[in-house]
T-cell receptor, first 116, second 111 residues
Framework: NAGVTQTPKFQVLKTGQSMTLQCAQDMNHNSMYWYRQDPGMGLRLIYYSASEGTTDKGEVPNGYNVSRLNKREFSLRLESAAPSQTSVYFC???????????????FGPGTRLTVL | DAKTTQPNSMESNEEEPVHLPCNHSTISGTDYIHWYRQLPSQGPEYVIHGLTSNVNNRMASLAIAEDRKSSTLILHRATLRDAAVYYCIPSSGGGADGLTFGKGTHLIIQP
């Protein structure tokens, strides 16, 4: 049982390049989330998917797109990377309901992205 | 959204109890209080959560004030591995369906 896995672990992009961050969970969870964490700050929600086939914007969605490929996988795409998107990206999952219930969120190890 | 106030940092000695406070005076009656921690260079991990009464698990205890405007995370016997940033998160703070992380409390454990 690997929990939540993320690839890649590290990535360096040039301004304007695109890339997709991958996330998968093997806990049969319904809800999945993407957060970003800037240095010295707490995490901020980018997008979430309450269930397979649905996605919704979080606090900071601009510049990102997401795809809930199936129940296990939730990807985050940067179409045209900008230096302001330099951050650590965390994927998380929960059984359902996320913060509005008592559900626990389980986090992946993160992807450290630098945009030059 | 419920706002939280936590000390920026706290220091404790190994094998001593640690009490981490959190004020959440605008919490609503249906909000759970979640605590997560983040070890260096890792993703956050769940510690404990509660609604009204005190809660215990293998990692920690959570003491919730009777008026629910504050709570305290208690580590009964801190180890060096407990050095982390601890986040107190009321459940409605995320808008949408996510968690809203503030800056948390950086816990330093001295050997």
């Amino acid at each position: 049982n690997a929990g939540v896995t993320q690839t890649p672990k590290f990535q360096v992009l040039k301004t304007g390049q695109s890339m997709t961050l991958q996330c998968a969970q093997d806990m049969n969870h319904n809800s999945m989330y993407w957060y970003r964490q800037d240095p010295g700050m707490g995490l901020r929600l980018i997008y979430y998917s309450a269930s397979e086939g649905t996605t919704d914007k979080g606090e900071v969605p601009n510049g990102y797109n997401v795809s809930r490929l199936n129940k296990r996988e939730f990807s985050l795409r940067l179409e045209s990377a900008a230096p302001s998107q330099t951050s650590v990206y965390f994927c998380a999952s929960s059984v359902s309901g996320g913060a509005r219930s008592s559900d626990t969120q389980y986090f992946g190890p993160g992807t450290r992205l630098t945009v030059l | 959204d419920a706002k939280t106030t936590q000390p920026n940092s706290m220091e404790s000695n190994e094998e001593e109890p640690v009490h981490l406070p959190c004020n959440h005076s605008t919490i609503s009656g249906t909000d759970y209080i979640h605590w997560y921690r983040q070890l260096p260079s890792q993703g956050p991990e769940y510690v404990i959560h509660g609604l009204t009464s005190n809660v215990n698990n293998r990692m920690a205890s959570l003491a919730i004030a009777e008026d629910r405007k504050s709570s305290t995370l208690i580590l009964h016997r801190a180890t060096l591995r407990d050095a982390a940033v601890y986040y107190c998160i009321p459940s409605s703070g995320g808008g949408a369906d996510g968690l809203t992380f503030g800056k948390g409390t950086h816990l330093i454990i001295q050997p």
